[in-house]
């Protein structure tokens, strides 16, 4: 990046009729800001608007005092919520399982889960599996 041309920026120099000092057009320098530059001005401003912040501690207390009730937090609320929670869930899964089964369908692990029986694979299954491949062998060959 060309230095006379940072300057020219910094100092709001820089347009259509700008010249570079460092030889115009046969410069061989970029003229263009990096991706992510910041100009020193900005950055003053940037600063002084740091500055100006509310710490977010102090924001997170100003919120916390807007709150009109509050409950202190104890382990024993704290799992009666938990419970109240898996009740909820249990009942969702309760009903959303009971709305599948009216209408037939079950997945592949409900299925399994209900009667593990109907999943049980052939003890040949495997010996049909070596016959098959030792057939195909010969004509591929």
Known sequence: VCKYF??????????WFWVCPNGGKDCHYRHALPP????KSQMKALIEE????????????NQRAKLKTSTPM??????????????????????????????????????????????????EAYEKYQREEESDAPENK
């Open 6 to 15: 940072l300057e020219a920026v910094e100092k709001k120099q820089y347009g």
């Open 36 to 39: 992510g530059y910041v100009l």
């Open 50 to 61: 740091e500055s100006e912040k509310t710490p977010i501690e102090d924001e997170i207390e």
């Open 74 to 123: 104890t382990p024993e609320l704290f799992m009666e919520w938990k419970k109240k929670k898996i009740a909820e869930r249990d009942e969702g899964l309760a009903a959303q399982s009971a709305e599948r089964a009216k209408n037939d369908r079950m997945s592949g692990r409900e299925l399994f889960m209900s009667d593990a029986s109907l999943f049980v694979d052939d003890a």
